[in-house]
């Protein structure tokens, strides 16, 4: 857990709270977009994969 070393009266101070309305994208949709090319990369490696295990086990059965 963090802990903040608040000091003064900048924790008590009767301003107003601000409001962020919009935020810019930024960490989160990296993150997001990078597992999902991860994924992505990931299953056409497996798929790449099983065809050329596939054409190992069904390569001579075709010429012959």
Do not use: K, W, Y
């Amino acid at each position: 857990m963090s802990q903040h070393n608040i000091i003064g009266s900048e924790a008590f101070d009767r301003t107003p709270f601000v409001i962020i309305r919009q935020v810019r994208p930024g960490g989160m949709r990296r993150r997001r977009t990078r597992t999902a090319l991860a994924f992505v990369a990931g299953a056409a490696a497996t798929a790449a994969v099983g065809l050329i295990a596939a054409a190992a086990v069904l390569g001579p059965a075709l010429t012959a």
